[in-house]
């Protein structure tokens, strides 16, 4: 079993700053890639950034040159370093890590942009 939780949420003016944090436990062998997705209320889960083990990372153009998304290999975790905050980044972000063929979802944390 599994287990992954997202942490870092939190309400911040626009322009502001945030670091999320999502850490994997369990039985755990090998992680592929782990990805940070987001939902806004009424819009579809979207892609923000992924990384592969390797390092590999991939943005969504809305948050290319903002965000930032790192991990720890030996601590099963990842980060996502969010600068510029603007209120349409408003949404509950959710960590995914997939082994080897699953994918595996935590519960989620909220981001809320002011103007």
């Known amino acids: 079993q599994v287990h992954v939780v997202e942490s870092g949420g939190g309400l911040v003016q626009a322009g502001g700053s945030l670091r999320l944090s999502c850490a994997a436990s369990?039985?755990?062998?090998?992680?592929?890639?782990m990805t940070w997705y987001r939902q806004a209320p009424g819009k579809q889960r979207e892609l923000v950034a992924a990384?592969?083990?390797?390092?590999?990372?991939n943005y969504a153009d809305s948050v290319k040159g903002r965000f930032t998304i790192s991990r720890d290999n030996a601590k099963n975790t990842v980060h996502l370093q969010m600068n510029s905050l603007k209120p349409e980044d408003t949404a509950v972000y959710y960590c995914?890590?997939?082994?080897?063929?699953?994918?595996?979802w935590g519960q989620g944390t909220q981001v809320t942009v002011s103007s």
């Open positions: 369990g039985s755990i062998f090998r992680i592929n890639a």
């Open positions: 995914n890590v997939r082994i080897a063929t699953t994918y595996y």
């Open positions: 990384i592969t083990s390797g390092g590999s990372t």
